[in-house]
Each structure stands twice: as structure tokens, then as C-alpha cells.
């Protein structure tokens, strides 16, 4: 069975930093892409940034030059640095991997979710 297992989120003051970090475990084959989303309260998930098997990386507009996602192949695992922080950026993060394994096939995770919250 596959998993995605969050770390990192918490409280910071607006103009902080935090990093994310996403481990996927179980019979992987292969991941695709692997990015995060994001829900605040009354709004829909919407996508932060996602970063191909390659080298092809796309981000929100509103984290441009702000957030950057990376990935370590070996280790299965995404992370999100996320500077500037501001306000709007509280929400609950959630890992999103495209992932074809040895039992399943192709299909999409989805981690548990870690709340960030920037005061201002």
C-alpha cells in the first residue's frame, strides 16, 4: 500500500519561512509527478506547485518567487520551501504524487494534509 507521509507545517510570523516535507513509502515502481496543494477554509484545493519526473516544475502565480518544490528521486520524497510567507498562504498543505506500483498500477496519492499557519 501506498503512502504519503507529510512533515513540517506549523505556525510562523508573515515574512517567515517553513519546509515541507513529503515521503512516499510502499511497492513503488516509478512516481510521475509529485507536488502540493492547498485548502484554506471556505475555498477550494487549489495547486501550490508540482514538479515532473524530469525536470518540468509548475507553480501558482501567487508563489512565484516565493515557494520552491524540489524532489529526491532515491529517497522517494518532495519538499516544499516556502519563504516570504504571508497571511493568505494559511491553509491546510497537502502531498499529491502520481505513482505506479506494484500492486495498483498508475494512480494518485494524497497525504493527510499539515495545517500552515502565517500570523501577521
Known amino acids: 500500500q501506498v503512502q504519503l507521509v507529510e512533515s513540517g507545517g506549523g505556525l510562523v510570523q508573515a515574512g517567515g519561512s517553513l519546509r515541507l516535507s513529503c515521503a512516499a513509502s510502499?511497492?513503488?515502481?516509478?512516481?510521475?509527478?509529485m507536488g502540493w496543494y492547498r485548502q484554506a477554509p471556505g475555498k477550494q484545493r487549489e495547486l501550490v506547485a508540482i514538479?515532473?519526473?524530469?525536470?518540468?516544475?509548475n507553480y501558482a502565480d501567487s508563489v512565484k518567487g516565493r515557494f520552491a518544490v524540489s524532489r529526491d528521486n532515491a529517497k522517494h520524497t518532495a519538499y516544499l520551501q516556502m519563504n516570504s510567507l504571508k497571511p493568505e498562504d494559511t491553509a491546510v498543505y497537502y502531498c499529491?504524487?502520481?505513482?505506479?506500483?506494484?500492486?495498483?498500477?498508475?494512480?494518485?496519492?494524497w497525504g493527510q494534509g499539515t495545517q500552515v499557519t502565517v500570523s501577521s
Open positions: 499529491y504524487a502520481d505513482i505506479s506500483d506494484y500492486v495498483l498500477g498508475k494512480r494518485n496519492y
Open positions: 510502499g511497492r513503488i515502481i516509478s512516481i510521475n509527478a
Open positions: 514538479i515532473s519526473s524530469g525536470t518540468n516544475i
